[in-house]
T-cell receptor
Framework: AAGVIQSPRHLIKEKRETATLKCYPI?????VYWYQQGPGQDPQFLIS???????DKGSIPDRFSAQQFSDYHSELNMSSLELGDSALYFC?????????????FGSGTQLSVL | AQKVTQAQTEISVVEKEDVTLDCVYE???????LFWYKQPPSGELVFLIR??????QNEISGRYSWNFQKSTSSFNFTITASQVVDSAVYFC??????????FGPGTRLSVLP
């Protein structure tokens, strides 16, 4: 069965550069969530989209932006990268945005900022 | 504000032992949802269980069982007859709606052969 696909799997950037992370949800899933997990930390909710509209916002820095496209894939754009942005970025998708919908996580993008 | 506490940072057990992972949560919402996720060494997050605040019935799924006690704001997870493949970080999570979770800090479980 198709799962949530994130690309790239690994990304290395330098300070002040920009990065774009992509997420392809499970087919027919209309809701996408982004989480950030720092080294040894628990995942932190960043932002979510339902039917291409932002549905909720968490601890996402102003330097980051995200959107969901007409094919439901989502991109997380990160500018002016800082060392502290080094983390594992998870995307998750579900069919519908309610808590009763099962959330499926991708394998994550490991971002390293040097 | 919501908060999830997992007091056990790391637990080591020998294979076939039973182990309980504790989760205590704080929320002012009357309706909320609790989850457990497993993060194996490969890094992905694997859904284990979801519970809503109105359903205090305990659940058993194979070697896994969950004890939800609203009176003590706890949602503990027990693995019976643990196996090496159970070695992972386990996260308890809470949300009042949607799936914008507040995760606990996680408990690293090591099951030794």
């Amino acid at each position: 069965a198709a799962g949530v696909i994130q690309s790239p799997r690994h990304l290395i950037k330098e300070k002040r550069e920009t990065a774009t992370l992509k997420c392809y949800p499970i087919p027919r899933h209309d809701t996408v969530y982004w989480y950030q997990q720092g080294p040894g930390q628990d995942p932190q909710f960043l932002i979510s989209f339902y039917e291409k509209m932002q549905s909720d916002k968490g601890s996402i820095p102003d330097r980051f932006s995200a959107q969901q496209f007409s094919d439901y894939h989502s991109e997380l754009n990160m500018s002016s990268l800082e060392l502290g942005d080094s983390a594992l970025y998870f995307c998750a998708s579900s069919l519908g945005s309610g808590p009763n919908e099962k959330l499926f996580f991708g394998s994550g993008t490991q971002l390293s900022v040097l | 504000a919501q908060k999830v506490t997992q007091a056990q940072t790391e637990i080591s057990v020998v294979e076939k032992e039973d182990v309980t992972l504790d989760c205590v949560y704080e929320t002012r919402d009357t309706t909320y949802y609790l989850f457990w996720y497993k993060q194996p060494p490969s890094g992905e997050l694997v859904f284990l269980i979801r519970r809503n605040s109105f359903d205090e019935q305990n659940e058993i799924s194979g070697r896994y069982s969950w004890n939800f006690q609203k009176s003590t704001s706890s949602f503990n997870f027990t693995i019976t007859a643990s196996q090496v493949v159970d070695s992972a970080v386990y996260f308890c999570a809470l949300t009042p709606y949607g799936q914008n979770f507040v995760f606990g800090p996680g408990t690293r479980l090591s099951v030794l052969p």
